[in-house]
């Protein structure tokens, strides 16, 4: 199969996580792409391909003796953002202006001007009721699609190491990789977006959750005495600076992002993610919410209102660095597929950054996924080839 045909058969397959799941994979659908994987990989002659209990599809392919073992990983997984059942892609070539998705919904380069740079390419747009799954299975196809040619042809390249994670998008694709087993000296995810981009930084990550206890009574007789801890929760949020958002952020700018919230008068709650490159601002990021619950406690009574505050990954940057061969690698791939390197860091995180703690330094290789988690996704077919082509270099430089 082609890259491109790898990815219009896996975006068939509905696997969203689940955020509110205990289980490993958080759906059973992920594993129903996972098996499908399996097989696939199997028919290619990669014979020790297997998915275990938890989701997680690993396989290898024996290279150059004394050559690092190099692995490739990509998730299996789609965000809950956005529905990911019953995708409708579609080819289009894009010649500027507007595209519609549907009746009433147009993906536009006034809203997104990155369109702008896909002029004259072949994209794979949604119908408007969906989100793609680009975000990762573009990342599965170009891993796939290159290992198939390298089998295919032959030629020395390092031994290889396949992963593909489940739960990726809920932050918890890292959480039983199998590493001992995998057996990779390097990895790389391939998770990122426009041509050329190569990543090894990312944010630092929190997740907070800000509970507000208030007293609801009648509101004909609430003077004095009614606690309204929807108001409460509202002041809360005043005290966040009013430009660190996603909205209003880019490149290394940090931000506090409300992802949810919900109220009465007895009790409020609002969900928050905290993001930022620097650890020092991030930290203080974080201290800031500490500092605004206990104002608030102090002007309206202790225990009115409570941060729940959770890490969930740092910035790769301090693992990667010390291994920068991996960086320049990767680099090196790219200019020979005629791509010129972009480094840039990545707003958000992948599987790779929790991997790097661990001990596998894991860099991010674009896929030409764009607008990824909602309606407007795209992918461009051509950045894709050149993502296959990038990865197939790559495999093949570390034999050398």
């Given at each position: 199969?082609?890259?491109?045909?790898?990815?219009?058969?896996?975006?068939?397959?509905?696997?969203?996580?689940?955020?509110?799941?205990?289980?490993?994979?958080?759906?059973?659908?992920?594993?129903?792409?996972?098996?499908?994987?399996?097989?696939?990989?199997?028919?290619?002659?990669?014979?020790?391909?297997?998915?275990?209990?938890?989701?997680?599809?690993?396989?290898?392919?024996?290279?150059?003796?004394?050559?690092?073992?190099?692995?490739?990983?990509?998730?299996?997984?789609?965000?809950?953002?956005?529905?990911?059942?019953?995708?409708?892609?579609?080819?289009?070539?894009?010649?500027?202006?507007?595209?519609?998705?549907?009746d009433t919904t147009a993906l536009s380069p006034?809203?997104?001007?990155?369109?702008?740079?896909?002029?004259?390419?072949?994209?794979?747009?949604?119908?408007?009721?969906?989100?793609?799954?680009?975000?990762?299975?573009?990342?599965?196809?170009?891993?796939?699609?290159?290992?198939?040619?390298?089998?295919?042809?032959?030629?020395?390249?390092?031994?290889?190491?396949?992963?593909?994670?489940?739960?990726?998008?809920?932050?918890?694709?890292?959480?039983?990789?199998?590493?001992?087993?995998?057996?990779?000296?390097?990895?790389?995810?391939?998770?990122?977006?426009?041509?050329?981009?190569?990543?090894?930084?990312?944010?630092?990550?929190?997740?907070?959750?800000?509970?507000?206890?208030?007293?609801?009574?009648?509101?004909g007789s609430a003077k004095r005495c009614m606690?309204?801890?929807?108001?409460?929760?509202?002041?809360?949020?005043?005290?966040?600076?009013?430009?660190?958002?996603?909205?209003?952020?880019?490149?290394?700018?940090?931000?506090?992002?409300?992802?949810?919230?919900?109220?009465?008068?007895?009790?409020?709650?609002?969900?928050?993610?905290?993001?930022?490159?620097?650890?020092?601002?991030?930290?203080?990021?974080?201290?800031?919410?500490?500092?605004?619950?206990?104002?608030?406690?102090?002007?309206?009574?202790?225990?009115?209102?409570e941060v729940a505050l959770r890490d969930s990954?740092?910035?790769?940057?301090?693992?990667?660095?010390?291994?920068?061969?991996?960086?320049?690698?990767?680099?090196?791939?790219?200019?020979?597929?005629?791509?010129?390197?972009?480094?840039?860091?990545?707003?958000?995180?992948?599987?790779?950054?929790?991997?790097?703690?661990?001990?596998?330094?894991?860099?991010?290789?674009?896929?030409?996924?764009?607008?990824?988690?909602?309606?407007?996704?795209?992918?461009?077919?051509?950045?894709?080839?050149?993502?296959?082509?990038?990865?197939?270099?790559?495999?093949?430089?570390?034999?050398?």
């Open positions: 199969m082609t890259v491109t045909e790898r990815l219009l058969h896996y975006v068939s397959f509905d696997t969203q996580s689940d955020e509110s799941s205990e289980t490993c994979p958080s759906t059973a659908k992920q594993k129903l792409l996972g098996e499908a994987l399996v097989e696939e990989m199997r028919a290619m002659g990669i014979a020790d391909a297997r998915i275990d209990k938890d989701g997680y599809v690993y396989g290898s392919v024996p290279g150059a003796p004394g050559a690092p073992a190099i692995g490739l990983i990509a998730h299996m997984d789609t965000s809950p953002d956005c529905s990911g059942r019953d995708i409708k892609p579609r080819i289009v070539e894009y010649t500027g202006g507007d595209i519609a998705l549907n006034e809203d997104f001007p990155i369109l702008n740079r896909s002029v004259g390419k072949h994209l794979i747009v949604t119908d408007g009721t969906t989100l793609l799954g680009a975000d990762d299975k573009a990342g599965i196809a170009e891993i796939l699609t290159a290992v198939e040619e390298l089998l295919a042809e032959g030629g020395a390249h390092a031994p290889l190491r396949i992963g593909f994670t489940p739960d990726e998008e809920i932050g918890r694709g890292a959480d039983r990789f199998d590493l001992a087993h995998f057996g990779a000296d390097y990895a790389y995810t391939v998770d990122g977006g426009t041509l050329g981009e190569l990543e090894y930084e990312n944010f630092n990550a929190a997740s907070a959750v800000v509970t507000v206890h208030g007293r609801n009574v009648h509101p606690v309204n801890a929807q108001l409460i929760a509202m002041e809360f949020h005043g005290m966040l600076p009013v430009h660190d958002r996603p909205e209003a952020t880019e490149g290394y700018e940090g931000f506090s992002h409300l992802c949810a919230m919900q109220g009465e008068v007895e009790k409020a709650t609002l969900e928050y993610i905290i993001r930022d490159h620097d650890r020092a601002t991030f930290e203080a990021r974080k201290a800031l919410f500490a500092s605004a619950a206990d104002f608030l406690n102090a002007k309206y009574g202790a225990g009115t209102v990954y740092y910035n790769m940057r301090e693992k990667i660095e010390p291994h920068m061969a991996i960086v320049e690698a990767a680099q090196q791939a790219m200019r020979d597929a005629g791509v010129t390197p972009r480094v840039v860091p990545i707003r958000g995180g992948t599987d790779g950054a929790r991997l790097s703690y661990e001990g596998l330094p894991c860099p991010n290789l674009f896929t030409g996924g764009m607008n990824f988690h909602g309606k407007f996704e795209y992918c461009s077919l051509d950045t894709m080839k050149r993502a296959e082509q990038t990865i197939l270099n790559l495999i093949q430089l570390w034999a050398e």
